[in-house]
């Protein structure tokens, strides 16, 4: 057991203390004084009997203030606080000698090198660490701490040698030894990113270097310290979630849930179960719903334009009166909640031909966002894209990636009908397929694509001439059956019957080779 005394701080109290232990022929395993005025000691297990005479005799001691039980001596603590702290270092960690030869090595480094960390005990660090000369750096008259590079079991690390020193008799720093912490190219890529990446549930997290962004952010953060209702509009993969989030964690209910639900995903009854939770059964119980799970919080709702006109029913009743009913339930449920919509669809038109109720419209357009398209927010894109490139470059493990002068180009004029979304996606696909350090326009495996026509079903190949011949070939392939007389056709297309004839002719279009 372990005692700590709380003492005057003067010469001869250790003494006084442990002429007790004596007097009673107790064993003192050991003992720390702790300045000013606390002593610790170790002896073993005492019955009660033998503590209700011994501790009495302690507190009457002259000095002595208070004698109570300790669950550790301060050196135990200390060793177990750094026996853990080095067992669970996320990177590789070794002790070594004034020789080299390793002292301490801790769970992730004895994986690496695939043995045991007590048989690594007195092997030389030589053995295992290439690139660097530990007994030159150990026997130098001026052992100074290094950070170099170096193979560990065959692959690329950072180490950070530091020699250790005590003091001796004399109270000179004598060297004993030194610690290495290694870090790998993937480690220190993932810890270079913590300081790059913004927090995604705030409006850091959200690029906006664009004017008609930063126009948005303004009026997100205005609304977000009101506690009324919001509609993001949006076409698909602008990042109508990210603002939501960003809205939530701006806002007096940040410290409460925030959930989220896709109007478009579920099933209609799934989505209802999934809102309002559903009432106790014969052999079930019940299960809360995500309004339940996010009172005091907020409701994100997705593709609002998708809800059933039941569910819009339910939701317009807990949003004026603040309490539902779980399916198949008659009790009555009270949250308070914020809700968050968020729509690609014009809800006002939805609205005017019958699909979406024009009162909960109102209801949820309280304050009301609009995202721009990524094509019409240019300054973002290249932002975005080196963000998403270091992301993935992290998953990967992978930290030298960069982009082309011409793929960068590329990337900011491309039009981006998927927005945000297709921008990550198609940038982590050139990344994770990447063979050498550089993505190229090549890389990004982007069909091309017009606001006019969309995108084209394959890469064109070959002259104008020859796509206009196959255009033309087509289309009087599928003109012919319906008007099967040449000059019906010549008069449809506005030609003279000789040039359609022989255009018939050239593409071999005749009542023998097409289906009338």
């Known amino acids: 057991m372990r005692l700590e005394i709380t003492c005057h701080d003067r010469v001869g109290m250790g003494e006084k203390v442990l002429g007790i232990f004596v007097e009673h022929g107790i064993n003192v395993r050991g003992i720390e004084l702790m300045q000013p005025g606390r002593i610790f000691i170790n002896i073993p297990s005492l019955d009660f009997a033998d503590l209700q005479t011994f501790m009495p005799q302690l507190r009457l001691l002259e000095g002595v203030g208070d004698v109570k039980t300790a669950p550790y001596m301060p050196s135990e603590r200390e060793r177990n606080e750094l026996a853990t702290l080095i067992k669970t270092f996320p990177d590789p960690f070794i002790s070594i000698d004034r020789k080299g030869n390793i002292r301490i090595v801790n769970t992730i ?43 560990f079991q065959g692959d ?19 060297l004993a030894g030194a610690v290495l912490i290694l870090k790998s190219e993937a480690r220190l890529g993932q810890q270079m990113n913590v300081f790059k990446q913004p927090n995604e549930n705030t409006f850091s997290g959200i690029q906006a270097s664009s004017s008609a962004m930063r126009k948005v952010i303004r009026e997100a953060k205005r609304m977000s310290s009101l506690d009324s209702s919001i509609l993001i509009m949006g076409e698909t993969g602008t990042g109508k979630e990210l603002l939501a989030r960003a809205c939530h964690g701006a806002s007096e209910r940040a ?146 990636l960069k982009v082309s002068d011409d793929c960068r180009d590329f990337i900011e004029h491309y039009p981006w009908p998927g927005n945000i979304r297709q921008l990550e996606n198609v940038l982590t696909r050139a990344a994770s397929l990447l ?30 001439d020859a796509a206009v011949k196959s255009f033309e070939a087509d289309l009087l392939r599928k003109l012919y059956p319906a008007y099967p007389s040449t000059r019906q056709l010549a008069k449809k297309l506005g030609l003279s019957h000789t040039a359609i004839a022989n255009k018939l002719r050239e593409y071999d279009i005749n009542k023998k080779t097409v289906k009338i």
């Open 109 to 151: 480094a004895s994986s690496i090198i695939g043995e045991k960390e007590a048989s690594l005990v007195g092997q030389h660090i030589s053995l295992w660490l290439k690139g660097f000369n530990f007994n030159r750096w150990l026997d130098a008259n001026d052992v100074l701490a290094q950070t170099r590079r170096l193979k």
């Open 255 to 400: 410290e409460h849930p925030f959930m989220t639900l896709n109007c478009a995903a579920l099933p209609d009854d799934v989505a209802e179960s999934e809102l309002f939770g559903v009432g106790e059964k014969e052999q079930e119980s019940s299960k809360r719903g995500i309004f339940e799970l996010a009172d005091g919080g907020t409701v994100f709702l997705d593709e609002i334009g998708e809800m059933s006109a039941k569910l819009q029913s339910k939701l317009l009743r807990v949003i004026q009166h603040g309490s539902f009913r779980r399916v198949d339930s008659e009790q009555e449920v009270t949250v308070n909640v914020r809700i968050i919509s968020s729509t690609n669809k014009d809800l006002l038109n939805l609205v005017s031909i019958g699909d979406f109720r024009e009162d909960l419209y109102y209801r949820l357009n309280v304050f009301g966002l609009t995202l721009p398209a990524l094509r019409e927010r240019r300054s973002d894109i290249l932002p975005l894209a080196e963000f998403f490139i270091i992301k993935a470059a992290q998953q990967i493990g992978r930290t030298h």
């Open 435 to 464: 063979e050498g350090d550089e993505i190229e326009t090549t890389h990004l495996q982007l069909p091309a694509y017009t606001r006019e026509h969309g995108y084209l079903e394959q890469e064109f190949e070959g002259t104008l």
């Open 156 to 174: 690329d690390f950072v180490a950070d040698i530091m020699p250790i020193h005590v003091a001796d008799e004399e109270h000179k720093q004598v």
